[in-house]
């Protein structure tokens, strides 16, 4: 039979998890595919750990992945991909947002012959008027300035073909924009619309900064507009110099020379001396990532593995991560 796999990243869900376990476990059974659970253990500091153990005692569908720390959901998820050996895999959030009831809608649209099937949600209630604002600026600019637009109210919620994550797991770069990688593979994409709820138990890992710092991930990993862009704006200034000076000059042989312009000056220079320092922090933005890209590190280091075992002992094939990018070490 054709195995799923559904992959959740879970970062301190010790109260959530059973909980999304039940619900996930209900719409499986009538699934008629065989389903692996992947939850990959994202260096969480509370027990859930310890609580997908105890899941995965009960239900055998349950693989764990344990992260040797925190890597960030992206590469949570990325080593879920690396794992999962379903012809198709499907990527959700350990929280309740991402329903399980609409996997079965993804599977109609995998049937239908799409690659990947991506839900929209319809409502974002349970974030702040900032972080709306701050997200829906972030998508114009990403859409505006990149060849591979996300479509609007993604998340990452979707059903992704074996085709697709094979193709995501060969990509070479250590930066794992998800949401810009799941635009930029292509593939036949079908939308699938659904409720976000609220988050029910724990709270949100993201904070404003971390917020940031993921857009910066995204808008580098994605065009380089930001760093030829300073080219035009110093072309800009240079001219607009150049017509002051000559503004100067003819003033200057009019009516003499003039000493006061303090001001000008002063306001000259600091302008200038803002705009180099904001496009030498944008090279030093590319810099850093290519820096990190150079280095060819893994991009997550799993310090043990739980149900992998069994697909071995099965004699199925089992999807060894290439050791170039994992260094898995499986428990026994
Ligand atoms: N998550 C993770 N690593 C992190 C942060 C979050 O694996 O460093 C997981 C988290 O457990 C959840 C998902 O990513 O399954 C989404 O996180 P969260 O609900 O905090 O994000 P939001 O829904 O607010 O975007
Ligand atoms: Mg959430």
Excluded at 75 to 98: E, I, K, N, P, T
Excluded at 208 to 217: E, G, P, S, T, Y
Aim: glycine share 6%; aromatic share 10%; with cysteine.
């Amino acid at each position: 039979m054709e195995v799923l796999s559904i992959i959740v990243p879970v970062f301190n869900e010790e109260q959530m998890l059973p909980r999304m376990i039940s619900a996930l476990l209900a719409v499986i059974r009538d699934i008629d595919l065989e389903t692996e659970i992947i939850l990959v253990n994202d260096g969480s500091d509370d027990d859930s750990l310890l609580v997908m153990k105890e899941l995965a005692n009960l239900h055998t569908c349950i693989k764990i992945i344990d992260l040797s720390r925190n890597f960030g959901k992206e590469y949570a998820v990325s080593a879920g991909l690396q794992f999962a050996r379903g012809a198709a895999a499907v990527v959700m959030d350990s929280d309740l947002q991402h329903p399980p009831d609409v996997i079965p809608r993804f599977l109609e649209k995998w049937r239908e012959g799409y690659d990947i099937a991506y839900g929209v949600h319809m409502d974002r209630r349970e974030e702040s008027r900032m972080k709306k604002a701050f997200s829906g600026l972030f998508y114009r600019l990403f859409n505006r300035l990149t060849e591979t637009p996300i479509p609007r109210n993604v998340g990452d919620f979707l059903l992704l073909d074996r085709r697709v994550v094979d193709s995501l797991n060969a990509l070479p770069e250590r930066n794992r924009f998800m949401k810009g990688l799941f635009a930029w593979v292509g593939f036949r994409r079908a939308e699938v619309e659904y409720e976000q709820a609220e988050r029910a138990l724990g709270e949100s890992k993201w904070n404003l900064w971390k917020l940031w710092n993921f857009a910066l991930d995204g808008l580098t990993g994605f065009t380089t507009l930001p760093l030829r862009l300073w080219s035009y704006v110093g072309l800009v200034v240079s001219l607009l110099a150049m017509l002051y000076a000559s503004f100067l000059i003819v003033r200057t042989l009019i009516s003499g020379v003039d000493v006061p312009g303090f001001a000008t000056l002063i306001v000259v220079i600091l302008m200038l001396g803002g705009i180099q320092l904001i496009s030498l922090g944008v090279l030093g933005e590319y810099l850093g990532r290519l820096y990190l890209e150079v280095k060819q590190r893994p991009l997550f280091l799993v310090r043990s593995t739980h149900g992998f075992e069994r697909d071995a002992s099965e004699g199925s094939v089992v999807s060894e991560p290439p050791s170039r990018q994992t260094e898995p070490r499986r428990s026994s």
